[in-house]
């Protein structure tokens, strides 16, 4: 797929089929999304791939501060994959003290670049996917067993798409940039 293509056709999916994504194609899909770029290349996102169905409802019923819409997708997908980053990196000097005026910041914006890597990476395997950003990262985190050494940064749903989405009206380029 073409790759301006592939971000044009990219779409949230939240209706999936029963078919599982095969771990091969898993692993495909994080081995394009680790080449998405993050602070003074620290390289911290790490993927968690959850499969099994009693994590996934026990995520649903207890993980998702009672959004019934997050919840539904999480009960009928093939997996959910619980972004994670390393922390204590991002925006750090290796004395402790922040490199800009960021702060840790800096961890969000790589997460949410390596969610959208994986997702793009996704798409060009024909997997479908959402990332859902309303959960209690605590609560995921105990489900999940994640180590202080951890925070969860993102939910992202994977799955053959039931159904492709129609495009959102976009605003035109005008209405993106502006040139000083």
Sequence with gaps: MELIEGIKTRRSVRQFTDEKVSRETIEAIIDGARFAPTWKNSQTPRYIVVDSRDIMEKIADEGVMGREHNAGIIKGVAALVVLT????????????????????????????????????????????????????????????????????????????????????????????????
């Design 85 to 180: 980053s390393v922390k204590g990196i991002c925006g750090y000097e290796p004395d402790g003290s922040f490199s800009t005026s960021k702060g840790n910041e800096w961890q969000m914006f790589d997460a949410g670049i390596a969610a959208q890597t994986f997702c793009l990476a996704a798409h060009n395997y024909g997997v479908g996917s959402v990332i859902m950003g309303i959960f209690d990262e605590k609560e995921v985190g105990r489900i999940i067993g994640l180590d202080d050494s951890r925070v969860v940064s993102a939910l992202i749903a994977i799955g053959y798409p039931a159904q492709e989405p129609n495009a959102p009206k976009r605003d035109g380029v005008e209405e993106y940039v502006a040139f000083i």
